[in-house]
T-cell receptor, first 113, second 114 residues
Framework: QQQVKQSPQSLIVQKGGISIINCAYENTAFDYFPWYQQFPGKGPALLIAIRPDVSEKKEGRFTISFNKSAKQFSLHIMDSQPGDSATYFCAASMDTGRRALTFGSGTRLQVQP | GAVVSQHPSRVICKSGTSVKIECRSLDFQATTMFWYRQFPKQSLMLMATSNEGSKATYEQGVEKDKFLINHASLTLSTLTVTSAHPEDSSFYIC??????????FGSGTRLTVV
């Protein structure tokens, strides 16, 4: 599998702050870049996704920024809440979803009250 | 939205026995199902890709005789861990392509082999 590198490994943010998680990829054939949220003992749940023809996508408090030339994308969580405390994974796939997702290593986010 | 139902959510089995995990797509046809394995505090690692009506494609290092995948219909894929051992204890998750490039995940199965 092609790698997707994710940072930081863990993140502590105060309530109301902005959480930022970054990912970088090598394979320019990737055409779909989702972010997933996972709570302990549960499967990943899709938060937001972007395709390479768009530089930014916002859904509620979640924003993806995408830099095609740098092969990087990031997740911004605005007004972070304690309920956002979870593990976040970036991922990438190619062939419009016919191939499996390649996941980043994950970021454990803790939002302190 | 597209839902994948995964069962069981937890299973404990004795070493040497086999365990079957089922994933059903409830409101769509899953032509492709992906099976992942996740160790504690680690990322999801792809084990295999299954297409309805054909043999699964396994990732390098995954024993196909140990992890049997069957995708006999467009709504059901199963993973059977044969002759399970403690090192097979893990969190197993299925995922399906929902069309249009999206994916949906099952809720996962925690397997503990004692």
């Amino acid at each position: 599998q092609q790698q997707v590198k994710q940072s930081p490994q863990s993140l502590i943010v105060q309530k109301g702050g902005i959480s930022i998680i970054n990912c970088a990829y090598e394979n320019t054939a990737f055409d779909y870049f989702p972010w997933y949220q996972q709570f302990p003992g549960k499967g990943p749940a899709l938060l937001i996704a972007i395709r390479p023809d768009v530089s930014e996508k916002k859904e509620g408090r979640f924003t993806i920024s995408f830099n095609k030339s740098a092969k990087q994308f990031s997740l911004h969580i605005m007004d972070s809440q304690p309920g956002d405390s979870a593990t976040y994974f970036c991922a990438a796939s190619m062939d419009t979803g016919r191939r499996a997702l390649t996941f980043g290593s994950g970021t454990r986010l803790q939002v302190q009250p | 939205g597209a839902v994948v139902s995964q069962h069981p959510s937890r299973v404990i089995c004795k070493s040497g026995t086999s365990v079957k995990i089922e994933c059903r797509s409830l409101d769509f046809q899953a032509t492709t199902m992906f099976w992942y394995r996740q160790f504690p505090k680690q990322s999801l690692m792809l084990m295999a890709t299954s297409n309805e009506g054909s043999k699964a494609t396994y990732e390098q290092g995954v024993e196909k005789d140990k992890f049997l995948i069957n995708h006999a219909s467009l709504t059901l894929s199963t993973l059977t861990v044969t002759s399970a051992h403690p090192e097979d204890s893990s969190f197993y998750i299925c995922s399906a392509n929902t069309g249009g490039g999206g994916y949906t995940f099952g809720s996962g199965t925690r397997l503990t082999v004692v």
